[in-house]
């Protein structure tokens, strides 16, 4: 049974109100009265998702909004919803503007009939169900299209795969085909090749004298070609008999010979050598062997090079040096370039080594002049980026502390203040340096410039260059830790922040005149509150409590003042100022620690810049523990990000196997659709086909025949309201899933984008850190008690006595050339 169509009623006068529901409930509407625009607007978002609202009826005049500036935004919430306006009759010109601004779709003018009312209102639920249909068939047309869309795509890289295919078959056919070609004529040429036309080609005479001389500039070619070769092994063989190495009774046996492996450099060496011995003294030439490869051969030419020559490096090995030694002279006949390349080498000098006729001019004058040898590429150091900030941003004056330490907010000086299109601040964009190449071909690299975040947030537009921006209202402006700039608003709360208010959340200053009780959250930019007991703070701005903090975890990226701290948990970037107690507290700071006045007992406090308190600790409670330096603070909300991040993406890949089955119900029912839309189709041809044939039977006087005809009609359109209907459930069924997966994709959306500002934070947090610098020093100002715990980034210390006004530090020393870190105590 389909349900009645329902009508959100928005009028304030109770008695046009009371008219209209009654008169719309007798015909059958399910009717939702409201009397205020919000909370209407409200029960329309709330019901868009199924579609069920079929009409929005709404008073021309209403207290906080016109009644089309209501259906204004009734179309933007829901285009498919009907919009009627109800206006006087004197009053034409609102009609003619709610059709400009609204496109409404009826309008009632009172005094009214109530079938005019009925009548209007049936015809707006049949143009809903117009358009539902519309928007339901435009689905299924583009689920189609995408599918045809699909299959063309896959058809077309099918084709494209397969003409790929025939090219590369193509190419291969012409590879082959060439290579054929160029083996045949390889085989031509090799089958006339001769010792005559050899001779003929190197024009050689055909005499003993001429044979021995090109076999003597042969040997001189391999003699250059292996010089090298031999010269890195050293160790070669003299008397080698070719004969006895290549016979077949020693392949077997010689592991360098053996016939499954190829042959190894050293036998070539071998083979070379021996003949270039023998050649050179076959042709009269006298050359002494080199020594017996079993004797050990020491490394003469370098051990020489490197008396002869000193060689010496810039600071940032970007220049090499050579100097000639007093050896040099006398070993000089003996030098050659071969052996000065050797020394570089070794020496793993390989970029930008000066030419080789350079280097032997040099060898061969007399003057002792330093060579620079090799240079390598310097590095470029890059530049940071700037901010400049046009207002002021250091409030040094916090406000005035009372004879009972609470801090009166209201004597702070004067606030800074901008007004609209203002220049709030200017980006100075950071360089990335070069890195340099070393002499030895390494890479020098450069430190990595700090690129400070620039975020446009409330209040403010960033230019399209991304390098200015300015303000978009007037206001405050505030510029937070992490490099986000807004202009604020006030909003004053003149009570409690409790069950009246509710949780507070909003992108401006908040100024609570009480107290923010217990399990209440107050997200804000800075906040000024009487007290905090028990509440849930996370600000990017300040934070200024004149009484106390108790029972409550505070999060914030600018500073916090506040008269005393209870058993609470602080998290901050900026300083902490406490004028009495910090009682029972676990506090992790970016910044320092100021509590000179007051007294720190049984709480754990890692201040980055360091600690300054008054007294520490009692002989009754719990040892304090202090950390002054490191980088805990950043290191632990960066791990909350990446386990932030980690949950992300387990929930969104949740979205996306949910978003992934409701997807198959859609795919399945669109098969439906189409079966019971052929139903539809095939009964509508065959009941015109069996009315064509009624007449027919009328004229021929059968009966009988003429009631099986209209029996089969009768169940055709049965059949027909069957598919019909069928349809109609299938459809609801599709818009409830369409809505399931909107909302799945808007819970993605904003996954996404608290995911990209999770990562925004990290960056601009390990911007902060590089940035902020870090002291590690603890002073106490009156007393400090026995068994407090001091630590540093890298030492500890347990205070075995009371100590008076006394400093804390760590400091790095060494001892035997090893670095090591210790705590020191001395007096102020």
Known sequence: MTPPPTVILLESNDTVRKHVESVLSSAGWTVVCEQVSKDALNTLTRSKRNTSIALFISNFKLPKMDGD??????????????RMLLIPGDKPDILISAINKAEIHACIISPFQDQDLIDQAKQCFRQFRQALKRQQLKRVTTHQTRQMVEIAQKLKKKNERYNHLIDEKKAETIRLTALKRKQEHQNADLSNICLSSLMEHKKIPPSPDAYRQAFITLCNTLKTQFDQVTTRHHAVPARLDLKKMLSHDQKDSDPLLHKDRPASPELIEKIITAAFVRSMTAAGKSISPPPDADEPVTDQTDNLADTCFDLSLSINETRAYLKKTTAFEKNRPQFTLSDLLDLLREKKISYGRLDDEAIETWISQSFDEKLLIATGEEAIPGRDGEITVYFETQVTHPGEINADGSIDFTKRGDTPYVKKGDLLAQKTASQDGTPGISVFNTPIPVE????????AGPGTQLSEDGFHLHATTDGQPHWDTLGTFSVNPELLIPGDVDFTTGNIDFNGNVVVKGIIKAGFTVRAINLTAQAIEGGIIY????????????ASNISTHGNIYAKFINHSRVMGLGNLTISKEIIDSDILLSGICQNTTGHIISSQIK??????????GTSYSTPVKLKAGGEDHV??????????????????NEFLSNIKALEDQDHAIYRQINENARIQNQTKVEITALKKSLPEQETSKGLLRYQEISVKIKNRIKTARAAEQELNRIFETQDKIAADLQRLRDHITRLEERENALRIEKTALKVFSKTAKSLSMITVAKTIKQDSMISGPNASIIIKEDRRGCKIQEIAAQEDGIPYYEMTISDL
């Open 635 to 652: 290191e632990t909300r960066i791990k909350q990000i990446d386990q932030a991040l980690e949950a992300s993406v387990t929930k969104f």
């Open 69 to 82: 500036d209501i259906l204004q935004q009734v179309k933007a919430i829901s285009p498919l919803t009907q």
């Open 607 to 616: 201040a980055k810049q360091g600690i300054e308190a008054g007294k520490i």
């Open 539 to 550: 600000l990017s701005g300040d934070l200024n409590v004149s009484a106390g903090i108790t």
């Open 448 to 455: 990595q410039v700090i690129d400070p975040v620039f975020m």
